[in-house]
């Protein structure tokens, strides 16, 4: 199974960006998927989290302002971040997690201009 992260780009600070996670393989409703971020110099950190349960959970710095979702049948996730800092610039991956997988996807570049 790959994974294929898309949806970074350059916005100004206040913009929206959302970033989409497609799965080569049906995984999806087997899995927990996450969107992490690793900033410059910093060690790679959580931001949301999804559960095949359909709960959801996000890092204190983007509660908020980003909302993580799935589609299963399409075995796509998005990470939909509004209001947008220049601290949330980062490559941004996305991981799909279960029981006997886990998949990261390539990183997708994400940079907010002040």
């Known amino acids: 199974v790959q994974l294929q992260a898309s949806g970074g780009g350059l916005v100004k600070a206040g913009g929206s960006l959302r970033l989409s996670c497609a799965a080569s393989?049906?995984?999806?409703?087997?899995?927990?998927i996450s969107w992490f971020r690793q900033a410059p110099g910093k060690e790679r950190e959580l931001v949301a989290i999804?559960?095949?349960?359909?709960?959801?959970n996000f890092a204190d710095s983007v509660k908020g302002r980003f909302t993580i979702s799935r589609d299963n049948a399409k075995n796509t996730a998005y990470l939909q971040m509004n209001s947008l800092k220049p601290e949330d610039t980062a490559v941004y991956f996305c991981?799909?997690?279960?029981?006997?997988?886990?998949?990261w996807g390539q990183g997708t570049q994400v940079t907010v201009s002040s």
């Open positions: 393989g049906s995984i999806f409703s087997i899995s927990v």
């Open positions: 999804s559960t095949s349960g359909g709960s959801t």
């Open positions: 991981n799909v997690y279960g029981v006997n997988h886990d998949y």
